[in-house]
């Protein structure tokens, strides 16, 4: 997948304005599923049957004017892409690169952009200020900087129309994440009809809750007007990962986001669990815990998953 040369010219003659469209491209944690080095039972299985290999979490947004947006760059880029034609044949070009942060999985596919493997020219990576200041100080990113590979577009909190017939805007929202390296931001996409947030990480609800004034998931859904939410299930609970501190890799688990949710009304967001870590049991349909989101009506994410705007 190239990128346009033009891509802020109207359509062209022979193409149809068509519907805004977002397919979930990716459902794992950064290291994907099976993860490298894992030996437990939650991967042994995986690493023998590529059924069940899934991908970093990554989403691809198709606009009314055939342009086409790409939400993280992952190491699985390759099929990502044919996942992504697969779904949605009238995939073109890519147009624009958004960033939520910095870590690992959601930016180790840059480099594939560049002259040893895509070969990319002018595309229009959008990230906050802080991610750029990372890549200008780091030799390689840089380096696909000052070869043109990308335009870098600082954002703000403004909405942005990514091209001029999109027929969709992005918000950028800041939320509260281990920021080392870079801040982080969930991305509000609002198309014709729905507006869809796309949240993989953050630390915990509280905190996010916190920032943008708000005492629960349902009020800054609706202060944000919110129709569909893919959002951090990162883990089902911290007994998954025993050996590790939870304060160096905090996110909320999904227990604690069931029960500030409790079971779906008729009239509630959308909500479907994605950012999935390998040790996570909503990786199989057939356990307890993914039966339960689905009980309380809730949603799992899966790759290839499409969502109308």
């Known amino acids: 997948m190239a990128t346009k040369d033009n891509e802020e010219?109207?359509?062209?003659?022979?193409?149809?304005?068509?519907?805004?469209?977002?397919?979930?491209?990716?459902?794992?944690?950064?290291?994907?599923?099976?993860?490298?080095?894992?030996?437990?039972?939650?991967?042994?299985?995986?690493?023998?049957?590529?059924?069940?290999?899934?991908?970093?979490?990554?989403?691809?947004?198709?606009?009314?004017?055939h342009s086409t947006h790409l939400f993280e760059a992952t190491r699985k880029l390759a099929s990502q892409f044919e996942t992504w034609f697969d779904i949605d044949p009238e995939t073109g070009p890519l147009d624009t690169l958004w960033i939520s942060h910095a870590h690992l999985g959601h930016v180790d596919g840059l480099g594939l952009f560049g002259r040893e493997v895509m070969g990319v020219t002018g595309l229009k990576l959008h990230c906050s200020n802080s991610f750029l200041q990372l890549m200008q100080a780091t030799p390689a990113w840089n380096n696909l900087i000052q070869q043109g590979v990308f335009i870098p577009q600082v954002f703000s909190d403004k909405s942005i129309q990514p091209t001029i017939q999109s027929g969709f805007t992005i918000t950028p929202i800041r939320v509260p994440h281990r920021d080392e390296l870079s801040d982080t931001h969930a991305f509000l996409i609002s198309g014709p009809s729905k507006r869809l947030l796309f949240l993989p990480d953050h630390d915990s609800w509280q905190e996010t809750l916190t920032l943008h004034g708000c005492e629960s998931i349902e009020e800054w859904f609706s202060k944000l007007s919110v129709d569909i939410a893919l959002i951090d299930g990162t883990f089902w609970s911290l007994d998954e990962i025993p050996n590790r501190a939870a304060e160096e890799i905090p996110h909320p688990t999904v227990e604690e986001t069931l029960q500030r949710l409790d079971d779906k009304k008729?009239?509630?967001?959308?909500?479907?669990?994605?950012?999935?870590?390998?040790?996570?049991?909503?990786?199989?349909?057939?356990?307890?815990?993914?039966?339960k989101v689905i009980e309380a009506g809730w949603e799992v994410a899966h790759e290839g998953m499409t969502l109308q705007l």
């Open 266 to 291: 008729i009239h509630d967001v959308r909500i479907i669990f994605f950012h999935l870590n390998h040790t996570n049991p909503l990786h199989r349909q057939s356990s307890k815990e993914y039966q």
């Open 9 to 65: 010219g109207p359509i062209s003659e022979n193409m149809q304005p068509r519907h805004v469209s977002a397919t979930v491209l990716g459902i794992a944690q950064d290291g994907g599923r099976p993860q490298a080095g894992c030996v437990r039972q939650c991967c042994v299985d995986v690493h023998s049957d590529s059924s069940l290999h899934r991908s970093p979490v990554s989403l691809g947004v198709v606009g009314s004017d």
